[in-house]
């Protein structure tokens, strides 16, 4: 059970057999002390039960789940080590803000007065003593990662804690965790939709049908997808005959009538073009849009992909065609 250095939490080969499903398979991954790391993977994917295993809630089949290098229930101060919110609060409605932490303060070890810190903390300060009853889901969310707060912890732990929330209630968010993690802190946050926290996280971690397929930083998943240009010609397939033949052989042609160029820039494109005297009409800069780079690597082919050694870095592998051209065709050589 050696631990990787710097490690916050830390997945080995976690596995998990509920009868005849498995939720999670041989999963490793590390999440770095003061990032936050996001937990990405569509619905049922086994994102709640790994976090439930790193926390020691759910016994894995097989692997271990560390935290601060060690089993959690091992940990002297578990308040202080870990906050998680992986159910959504059960709420009185007629217990307040106030009341409701004050449930848990004792439990952990602190002064009630911890309650009121946290609340303001949350941007719930002014509700302290209103009602539960009467709060948007918003303040609900809100008042629920207040309880994890509670203990002062190193290290967040957020089960979809942007579901149901507004733009607005978003961006709180991501600020708040961003903050967190500038003091050093730790934020491990799932999520089934990659837009939701693009945004809030440093490295992403991505699980398609229980296994990894993805460990690595949003900047280089960003710059594994190959850029384009996508070219409007008088003639296609001149150009992607003359493109070929000064060596740039990855073309494709559209659904649009244009073909899309990877390797050239415009102006090289440009100046074969004007050789083999192709007009063009336009060039345009292919806008890499990651969540369809995600919803790619979790549509159920990935998840036998190899995936990287290093768990800080390195390129993810086991990419497929760009989304959203359907099947394209290729000039070298029919469709892939
Ligand atoms: N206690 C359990 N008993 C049986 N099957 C379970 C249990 N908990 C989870 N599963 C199954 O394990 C798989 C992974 O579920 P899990 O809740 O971990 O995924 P998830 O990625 O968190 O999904 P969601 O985003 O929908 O919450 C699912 O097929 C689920 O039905």
Do not use: C
Not at 201 to 228: C, E, M
Request: glycine share 12%; proline share 7%; hydrophobic share 45%.
């Amino acid at each position: 059970m050696t631990s990787y250095p710097g490690a916050a939490l830390e997945a080995q080969a976690l596995t998990k057999q509920f009868g005849t499903v498995r939720a999670v398979s041989d999963l490793s991954f590390v999440v770095p002390r003061g990032t936050v790391t996001g937990f990405l993977g569509p619905n049922g994917s086994g994102k709640t039960t790994t976090l439930r295993m790193l926390l020691g809630l759910v016994a894995p089949t097989s692997g271990v789940g560390l935290v601060n290098g060690a089993p959690f229930r091992t940990a002297i101060h578990p308040a202080r080590t870990v906050g998680a919110v992986l159910d959504s609060l059960s709420l009185h409605p007629k217990r307040t803000a106030a009341h409701h932490l004050k449930i848990y303060t004792a439990a952990i070890g602190v002064p009630d007065s911890r309650a009121l810190d946290v609340l303001h903390l949350v941007g719930l300060g002014d509700a302290a003593d209103r009602a539960a009853g009467g709060f948007s889901l918003g303040m609900r969310q809100r008042l629920t990662l207040a309880t994890a707060l509670l203990g002062d912890p190193e290290i967040l732990v957020l089960d979809e804690p942007a579901n149901g929330l507004d733009p607005e209630g978003i961006a709180w968010l991501r600020d708040f965790l961003k903050a967190f993690a500038a003091s050093g802190r730790t934020v491990l946050v799932s999520s089934h939709i990659l837009r939701e926290i693009e945004q809030t996280v440093d490295n992403l971690v991505i699980v398609s049908a229980g296994a990894l397929v993805y460990q690595g930083s949003i900047a280089q998943l960003r710059s594994t997808r190959p850029s384009r240009v996508l070219v409007a010609a008088s003639d296609p397939a001149a150009l992607a005959l003359a493109l070929a033949s000064s060596g740039f052989n990855d073309s494709q042609l559209l659904p649009d009538g244009r073909i899309g160029v990877a390797g050239p820039d415009a102006a090289t494109i440009a100046r074969i073009a004007a050789d083999a005297q192709v007009t063009i009409f336009g060039t345009t800069g292919e806008h890499v849009d990651l969540e369809q780079v995600f919803l790619s690597m979790t549509a159920g082919q990935y998840t036998a992909a190899p995936v990287q050694q290093n768990p800080y870095g390195g390129p993810p592998q086991g990419y497929g065609p760009p989304p959203g051209y359907g099947a394209p065709q290729h000039w070298n050589g029919g469709p892939r």
